[in-house]
Antibody, heavy 121, light 111 residues
Framework: EVQLVQSGAEVKKAGESLKISCKAS????????IAWVRQMPGKGLESMGI????????TYSPSFQGRVTISVDKSITTAYLQWSSLKASDTALYYC??????????????WGQGTLVTVSS | QSALTQPASVSGSPGQSITISCTGT?????????VSWYQQHPGKAPKLIIY???KRPSGVSNRFSGSKSGNTASLTISGLQAEDEAEYSC???????????FGGGTKVTVL
């Protein structure tokens, strides 16, 4: 059974750093892209970036380029999303999702449960 | 890239059919048959219900169907049931140099 299990909720202050995780199981981790998706309070989903665990090839959405870093640790089948300096506007629910990408297909087929990040100013 | 446009809310009575629209541009929805739809119940993660415009993952009810015409994709829920009350979001490929773009989400209410 494919599972993506994310780390727990975080409460931080503006300016602090943070790294949240997404542990994958039930499939070959290095064969599928992993995406991070943001959902701000009361708003829609936004694709932040994707990473291919086999070689850490990463693409960021222009809105998030330079603001976050996506990485993986293949040895423990875990993907990460990190910030070096949080802002209050980073307060949101963050999801990881397995991302199917091909010439004729593109969608997110399995999702983590979400990690709520709250940043106070 | 700009978000796809969805109605904020759609409602229907049990047993009825409803359709949710998702309007993009010729750079995303209009150019690729790579539209997917996600169902999200309150406090839960999104769930894939339609991919590649019309395909349903295994285990998803055939009451859900997708279509596309020009720059607008649509999700139809037939035989509306109480359990269908949720937020529905569309998503489209947005070109080789861009990641996917999502719609703002549509809240479906079963009257």
């Amino acid at each position: 059974e494919v599972q993506l299990v994310q780390s727990g909720a975080e409460v931080k202050k503006a300016g602090e750093s943070l790294k949240i995780s997404c542990k994958a199981s039930g499939y070959t981790f290095t064969n599928y892209w992993i995406a991070w998706v943001r959902q701000m309070p009361g708003k829609g989903l936004e694709s932040m970036g994707i990473i291919y665990p086999a070689d850490s090839d990463t693409t960021y959405s222009p809105s998030f380029q330079g603001r976050v870093t996506i990485s993986v640790d293949k040895s423990i089948t875990t993907a990460y999303l990190q910030w070096s300096s949080l802002k209050a506007s980073d307060t949101a629910l963050y999801y990881c999702a397995r991302h199917i990408v091909g010439a004729t297909n593109q969608y997110f087929d399995y999702w983590g449960q979400g990690t709520l990040v709250t940043v106070s100013s | 890239q700009s978000a796809l446009t969805q109605p904020a809310s759609v409602s229907g009575s049990p047993g009825q059919s409803i359709t949710i629209s998702c309007t993009g541009t010729s750079s995303d929805v209009g150019s690729y048959n790579l539209v997917s739809w996600y169902q999200q119940h309150p406090g839960k993660a999104p769930k894939l219900i339609i991919y590649e415009v019309t395909k349903r993952p295994s285990g998803v009810s055939n009451r859900f169907s997708g279509s596309k015409s020009g720059n607008t994709a649509s999700l139809t829920i037939s035989g509306l049931q109480a359990e269908d009350e949720a937020e529905y979001s569309c998503c489209s490929h947005a070109g080789r140099s861009a990641l996917e773009v999502f719609g703002g989400g549509t809240k479906v209410t079963v009257l």
